[in-house]
């Protein structure tokens, strides 16, 4: 509990308000985010969004609404921010203060009749993702894990990705893997580690750019949600973990500008649709995989996800991480007024399929929050005691951990003028409530009973 009466602290783009027994509200923290929380921070608890459970009624929540029906990437994210109005110089300066020699493109496309914002990083004016004249990258058939909607990730077929070296040849991108993952011998194919960065370059890189805190905080925990699933598939510790894939220049870009951006729109909960996860199967170095992949699969657990039928791969694991950092609660889309809408765009346009994510910016209606819970109540009569004796018993009570303490004149048998001594307490309390009674008052006996109640 915090003891910042009434003050509110922000953290990855949350806000939260804190708490203590004199009645004033707080956030929790988040299961899913596995980093330390600084202090004076705290994250949202998965399903509540913050303060949201405990919001008082006349309160306006900013709500931000992920709709996920053709899946989510990075780069789709961060189309859609912009595409809601987040400023794309504040994104552009942020790649460049990751000293990566990265920036932004950002174009109008279209896809599928919806107009949308396509973001693309660039590295000396071309592609980042693109193969560099003096980089050798891995040329090969087999599936990806992780790969970046701007290039191959999003929307494609088994049968398009299963392309000869001369058709096409990427780098890895995105997604943090042991060699033996892609099965590729050094023979085969050369390992070229100039975009890749184990997991220790990669805090350092974010800890040392000129970045808002909290969303440092929400990059870094993206990054440590991708080490632990890669360390935990492939057996090794997290530390060990190289990245090549999420390594490259344009995921870290991508991940460190989708915080930023996140952040900056002090959003009070984060709320995502169910996730279409796509269809088909994905050949990799383990053999053929069901959508999602491995990785994928591992980060999206918790969270409704579903299958359109499409026979494409459409969540990469940059996309699950950043939900899962985020600390999203799961839903139909809240009541709110909303005050701006983007779309954000996936490199390929399938025919009748609206390659993009939606961002819906907006108010939560005003209503109130209504919670119930079981407490346990304790309630002793005594006629011989003085004000200031019983005013100091019910002092004792409230630093035993009473929730609440009460104290009523009550007619005793034989017209005796007494006092009702009731406490209000939780169930792990009440035996430590009960001796105090005993202890300090003249009662022989405490009634004792559960009773269930409503709160804001």
Partial sequence: MFKAVGTAVRRAGFAYLAVDREG????????????????GHCATDNGKAGAAAHAPKDWQMKTGYIEC???????????????????????????????LGAELRVERVNRSGIQSTKVDVLVDGNPADAPHPDVTTHAHTEHRHGHSHGESEHGHTHEEHEHSHEEHEHPHKEHGHTHEEHGHTHGEHEHCHTDGRDWANIRNLIEQAALP????????????????????????????????????????????CSAVG??????????????????????????????????????????????????????????????RALGCSFGDAPAMRSHSIGYGAGTRNPARFPNVLRLSLGDAESTTQFSEETITVLECAVDDL???????IMELAIAKGALDVMCIPVTMKKSRAGSLLMVLCESKDAAALEELLFRETSTPGIRVRKEKRVVL
């Fill in 24 to 39: 004033c509200y707080s956030g929790t923290m988040n299961g899913n985010l596995p980093v330390e929380v600084p202090a």
């Fill in 69 to 99: 029906f053709a899946g989510i990437s990075g780069d789709m994210l961060l189309g859609a921010l912009v595409d809601a109005g987040v400023s794309v110089e504040l994104l552009r300066s942020t790649a460049k203060a990751l000293g």
């Fill in 213 to 256: 805190e909290d969303a440092k905080v929400l990059a870094l925990g993206t990054f440590e949600l991708l080490a632990r699933v890669e360390g935990q598939i492939h057996n090794v510790p997290v530390e060990n973990v190289h990245f090549h894939e999420v390594g490259a220049v344009d995921t870290v870009t991508d991940i460190v």
């Fill in 262 to 323: 996140l952040c900056s729109l002090h959003v009070d909960q984060w709320v995502c649709s169910a996730i279409n996860v796509g269809g088909g199967f994905v050949e990799c170095a383990h053999g053929r995989f069901p959508v999602p992949a491995p990785a994928t699969a591992e980060l999206l657990k918790g969270m409704p996800t579903y299958s359109s039928g499409l026979q494409m791969e459409l969540v990469t694991p940059t996309g699950a991480a950043l939900l």
């Fill in 386 to 392: 003085s004000p200031q004796v019983m005013a100091r």
